[in-house]
């Protein structure tokens, strides 16, 4: 088990839930973060400990970078440092294109790109130091289709811009040993499921399919990809 500092935002959704418990079979010291659900976030937590792995949850509003900052901050002070950041999904919404209002696409903004950039921009600043570092961020199975996407438009911008963000940051962090990637996950278990639709048999994936891609590109096999995009979505959409 390596002893790295790993550092899962939104751990108390289902696939947050899966890397972590993921992620803990691999790795010795876990930083859990939640923002409203603290009860569930301590059950995680010592259902990770129970393993041997020494686990905290820490609190924070990601809507704001002030947030974002802090959380990496406490990260700091309780570990000493952060070696690998996964950043999960934030909120979906299922709405007409033509009826969003502002809000609507704030919403979106905030909890899908820019916590996440707030997120690495700040663990950056250890990473480097370190000169070691994975940054895992969460985009969805179609994020590199630039189609139509009537129903969930800001949801696939703030995503495309997630990509694009992803390989950014891993062109200039290359020469630091810092790689940044991204998972795809197409229909999955316990999440966000078109209603009406005729699924066949295997469209619809695990929390825990998810969660492998994940730990394979925080893990040194993956030390010479970087700025890539893991779909793991079967032949959903294909």
């Known amino acids: 088990m390596e002893k790295k500092v790993i550092l899962v935002t939104g751990a108390t959704?289902?696939?947050?839930?899966?890397?972590?418990?993921?992620?803990?079979?691999?790795?010795?010291?876990?930083?859990?973060?939640?923002?409203?659900?603290?009860?569930?976030?301590?059950?995680?937590?010592?259902?990770?400990?129970?393993?041997?792995v020494i686990t905290r949850i820490i609190r924070a509003d990601l809507s704001s970078e002030p947030g974002a900052e802090k959380l990496i901050q406490d990260v700091q002070r309780e570990f000493g440092r952060l070696d690998v950041l996964v950043n999960m999904p934030g909120t979906?919404?299922?709405?007409?294109?033509?009826?969003?209002?502002?809000g609507d696409w704030e919403e979106i903004f905030r909890s899908n790109l820019e916590s996440s950039y707030f997120c690495m921009k700040h663990a950056l600043k250890l990473m480097r130091q370190q000169k070691w570092g994975r940054i895992i961020n969460i985009g969805f199975h179609l994020v590199e289709h630039l189609g139509s996407f009537p129903g969930v438009t800001p949801y696939a911008?703030?995503?495309?811009?997630?990509?694009?963000?992803?390989?950014?940051?891993?062109?200039?962090?290359?020469?630091?040993?810092?790689?940044?990637?991204?998972?795809?996950?197409?229909l999955?278990?316990?999440?966000?499921?078109?209603?009406?639709?005729?699924?066949?048999?295997?469209?619809?994936?695990?929390p825990e399919d998810v969660a492998e891609a994940v730990a394979f590109l925080a893990s040194e096999r993956a030390a010479r990809i970087t700025g890539a995009n893991l779909i793991v979505a079967g032949t959903w959409k294909m």
């Open 13 to 52: 959704g289902h696939l947050g839930q899966a890397v972590a418990k993921r992620l803990s079979q691999d790795f010795s010291q876990f930083a859990l973060h939640f923002f409203k659900n603290e009860s569930l976030a301590r059950q995680l937590e010592e259902e990770i400990k129970a393993s041997g």
């Open 188 to 206: 999955v278990e316990d999440g966000e499921l078109p209603s009406g639709l005729k699924l066949k048999e295997g469209q619809v994936g695990r």
């Open 157 to 186: 911008v703030a995503k495309t811009g997630l990509l694009i963000l992803t390989r950014t940051a891993a062109v200039a962090e290359v020469a630091n040993n810092i790689t940044v990637n991204m998972v795809s996950p197409g």
């Open 92 to 102: 979906i919404r299922t709405k007409p294109w033509d009826e969003l209002n502002r």
